[in-house]
């Protein structure tokens, strides 16, 4: 098993900047993308962007240009660069890692982030 802890998320104004951290632990062997996913109320969990290991970022349409997604292998940790946040970002956002490419076999518990007009 695989065990994802966020942290980072809060409230910033419309045009500001946020960093999410995703440490994982466990059987870390086992993980090869990692990315963020997000869900604001009333909508579905959609793709913020994913890394995988050794490869090049993916991103939403939505974020591409602002968003920015790194792994430290060695620290066994995803960041997600947020910059020029619009209130349309505001969600809970996802840590995620995946056996595969994409990822979508483990979850955090999920942050926070609020962008204020």
């Known amino acids: 098993q695989v065990q994802l802890v966020e942290s980072g998320g809060g409230l910033v104004q419309a045009g500001g900047s946020l960093r999410l951290s995703c440490a994982a632990s466990g059987s870390i062997f086992s993980i090869n993308g990692m990315g963020w996913f997000r869900q604001a109320p009333g909508k579905q969990r959609e793709l913020v962007g994913y890394?995988?290991?050794?490869?090049?970022?993916v991103y939403a349409d939505s974020v591409k240009g602002r968003f920015t997604i790194s792994r430290d292998n060695a620290k066994n940790t995803v960041y997600l660069q947020m910059n020029s946040l619009k209130p349309e970002d505001t969600a809970v956002y996802y840590c995620?890692?995946?056996?595969?490419?994409?990822?979508?076999?483990?979850w955090g518990q999920g942050t926070q982030v609020t962008v204020s007009s």
């Open positions: 890394m995988p290991r050794g490869g090049s970022s």
């Open positions: 995620s890692a995946g056996r595969n490419w994409y990822p979508n076999d483990y």
